[in-house]
């Protein structure tokens, strides 16, 4: 029996991609940056989601993945004389798949909180690595490296304006959402969830549960590491603050905002962050701790409201 | 029934209490009452959910329909450390006394609460040693180093230091050797001399109805048959029908 | 044998014995550190992510007092109270609603807690650090140093409150309700133990451990409102490596990666140095994963 989303799905998916397109046509260059920003955070979020909401493992690790991604691309972008957007973006993926394999093997047997902090403690040795590998990395300072040109092989190439680098990362972060989405509906999907709901019992059932994990978190690993190929691009430069763990926790709370398990509830909750830290540096000014009302907002939704913004919406969104 | 029991306000009222673990509904609507210093018997297989309603009573879990009473006062809902406080005391089954603390510390667990000078603790750790002098003999060993038996004994004795005016007893005979068994209702005998209430759940028949002034036999979460522990012999007919094999 | 005798001579050491008393210096501060959250999570099964700024908040309130009065006696009491008040009220307000919900929501809260309270630091303390002076300034001779003896006595210290703190979950009627609650959290209810009450008082506990630590390693370092970021990672992989919920193999582990960090210290330089504690982590969750220091490995 396969269920079939609704008609009202569909066209909600519509109207809001119409809407994304749209918007560097008509936002100034401030929020047109911002929403692209959005989107490549939420895609580092939705990373995430699949480890937390569907799989039931919380990981501390995603700034590794996405620090690699970016590091990798920054690798591309300045070892290969012209520098090439798919090579940058293979790279990244690269890099962000060897830290997800690494984690992966170590971390997928370790239940629950063990595997939380043993991320975290990991994509700390990645962080101490990068920050201290100068000669490579750029140690503190990080790598500075210009964009690539958005090149279609024998097709097209030109440089990104404002408006096509958005409309380029509308259509990875869209691709990569509708393949997610795939994903969890699709029979690996479903064991994911079960591990999530019971995993004693997923495993007496017979399924390997650690390779399930370990394809779980590569595939996660993946696709932050591509979040951060994109923030790359975006950004022209790769530092090692971002391999910080505090991104991770940054995805993290994306997702706690936003919904887990829905998959689009992370991008919603990277959204209302953002926005929130824009509307309270506005209103009280750029040296106001924005994270204090943020960060009692976010305990108060772990309390009153665990499932997030689109908590509610949550079954309706995975049909 | 020839009880005086519509008298006095019973001890320990319980009504329609529907219990469920997760979807399993396992009391079908309980009703039973203690009266103060009465032993009263709660007899029937494996699983009918005998374990089951002492544990609401103690509010270790929280029935979805139903209320409990004690002395009057609906309790359904409190906390258990409360319940204990109140004067509810619980032996559970397989005992359950703090294995990495020694007897002594078991036992100040029950006697460290508000109102309690070292004198009215040393009378009750007195009280304790003198029906158990085992446990005076280990009282610096390991909860855990002790026999099956002494630790029934610990178990009950750290009830005890609650000054309970009633206690939950679970199954305290099983995995007992014949004399111990016999040292359990002697046991309960002492308590109920002492005025202390008791609700004891057994599959031991012969002791049950020895020790108790009233059974009730459960089936299926609901009680099927109530009466003075004298009106039923170990071979009756009801018996047989809900305890036989 | 030439090789043997040559290998010997190579080894410094005086830099050896300097780096074993630091150490061991080290070792106890994160033992104390350590210690507060093992027993948090040992009894009330949540990882505090916030205790690195339980650590640098007492250091905080250190140097205030310090400024106001001029003792560094006084700022270690005054700073373990205060902190430990904070963290009751932490516990209620922010972990009680949470018992019995799945572990993730621990997690998160306490994750949430840490970046309010060191965005709250930044905000009322500004990105400069404080400096602290040590209590003590003398010295004595070390090999060809001139060793402080601040460091010993914070040494000292630390292993005065955790003996101090071993005796009082041993002997006193609070201790015994611990012990009992951490052995079976329902049975320890149906004595009367107040179990909230319990975990609240060791949230507390914890969180005075951590403001003493802070107190105590101010004067080493300058207190800013990141210090507690560092130190949660190691003390996190100390208890990992100790066995979560254990103390005894929490002390022994901070003491044991502090050495071999220390040791480290002295042939790749400090800031490569932390590497050895991750490389015990790593082997620690490959071998023995429920800690280097437990009895019998399950």
Known sequence: ?319 | ?245 | MDAVVGFLQAIPLDQLMIQTVNGVVTGMILALVASGLTLIFGILDVVNFAHGELFMLGAYMGVIVITATGSFFLALITSTLVIALFGAALQIVTLRPLIGRHPLNTILATFGTSLVLQNYALWQFGPVSRKISEPITAHFGLFYLEYPWYRLLIAGLSAVIIGGFWLFLKFSTFGVWIRATSQDRVMAQAMGIPVPWVYTGVFAIGAGMAAASGVLFAPLVGVDHAMGLDWVLKAFIVVVVGGMGNLGGSIAAAIFISLLESYASIWVGPSLAVIVSFVVLILTLLFRPTGLFVATPK
């Not at chain 2, 009263?40 to 209320?67: A, C, D, E, Y």
């Open chain 1, 1 to 319: 029996m396969t269920r079939r989303p609704s008609k009202t799905y569909w066209i909600g998916f519509s109207v809001i991609f119409a809407l994304l397109i749209v918007a560097p046509l008509v936002l100034p260059e401030f929020w047109r940056r911002f929403v692209t920003e959005v989107l490549i955070w939420g895609l580092l979020a939705m990373s995430s989601d699949l480890l937390i909401g569907y799989t039931g493992m919380i990981s501390f690790g995603h700034s590794a993945f996405f620090g690699l991604g970016m590091y990798g691309a920054a690798a591309a972008l300045l070892l290969v004389s012209p520098p090439n957007l798919w090579l940058a973006i293979s790279f990244g993926l690269i890099g962000a798949a060897g830290a997800a394999l690494f984690v992966a093997y170590f971390s997928t047997r370790l239940r629950d909180i063990y595997f939380a902090i043993t991320t975290l403690i990991f994509s700390q040795i990645f962080y101490v690595i990068i920050f201290t590998w100068t000669r490579v990395t750029g140690g503190e300072n990080g790598l500075i490296f210009s964009r690539p040109h958005l090149s279609i092989p024998l097709i097209y190439s030109a440089r990104f304006t404002p408006t096509t680098m958005h409309w380029f990362v509308l259509a990875v972060v869209t691709a990569s959402y509708l393949f997610l989405r795939r994903v969890t509906q699709s029979p690996f999907g479903m064991v994911l969830q079960s591990i999530r709901e019971n995993e004693a019992r997923t495993r007496a059932i017979g399924f390997p549960v650690e390779r399930y994990k370990i394809v779980a978190v590569m595939l996660s690993g993946v696709f932050a590491g591509l979040a951060g190929v994109l923030y790359a691009i975006q950004n022209e430069f790769a530092a090692p603050d971002f391999v910080y763990f505090v991104t991770s926790g940054d995805a993290v709370i994306y997702n706690v905002i936003g919904g887990i398990g829905t998959l689009v509830g992370p991008i919603v909750g990277a959204g209302f962050f953002l926005l929130m830290r824009e509307v309270v540096s506005r209103i009280f000014g750029d040296q106001f701790p924005y994270l204090i009302p943020l960060g009692i907002i976010f305990i108060g939704m772990i309390i009153f409201l665990p499932r997030g913004l689109l908590g509610f919406a949550r079954r309706w969104l995975n049909r």
């Open chain 2, 1 to 245: 029934m020839n009880i005086a029991e519509a008298i006095t306000e019973p001890l320990v009222r319980v009504e329609d209490l529907h219990t469920y673990y997760g979807k399993s509904h396992i009391l079908h609507g309980v009703s039973l009452h203690v009266g103060p210093g009465e032993v009263v018997g709660l007899l029937g297989r494996n699983g009918v959910g005998k374990s089951t309603t002492l544990k609401t009573i103690m509010g270790l879990v929280q029935p979805r329909q139903g209320k409990v009473l004690f002395d009057g006062n609906v309790i359904t809902g409190l906390a258990p450390h409360k319940l204990a406080r109140l004067g509810i005391g619980y032996v559970p089954e397989d005992r359950r006394i703090f294995r990495l603390l020694t007897v002594m510390e078991n036992l100040r667990t029950g006697l460290d609460r508000h109102g309690m000078t070292e004198e009215k603790k040393q009378a009750l750790l007195d009280k304790a040693f003198t029906f158990f002098p085992v446990l005076a003999e280990r009282r610096k060993q390991a909860g855990g180093t002790l026999s099956g038996g002494e630790q029934q004994m610990l178990a009950i004795a750290r009830a005890m230091m609650l000054e309970p005016k009633i206690i939950l007893l679970d199954e305290p005979t099983e995995g007992l050797m014949p004399r111990m068994v016999s040292q359990i209702g002697q046991i309960i005998d002492v308590l109920h001399r002492e005025g202390v209430a008791i609700l004891l759940v057994e599959q031991n028949v012969p002791l049950t109805l020895e020790a108790s002034q009233r059974v009730y036999i459960l089936e299926k979460g609901a009680v099927r048959h109530h009466c003075a522990a004298s009106e039923i012999g170990v071979g009756d007919s009801v018996i047989k029908q809900y305890l036989g094999v």
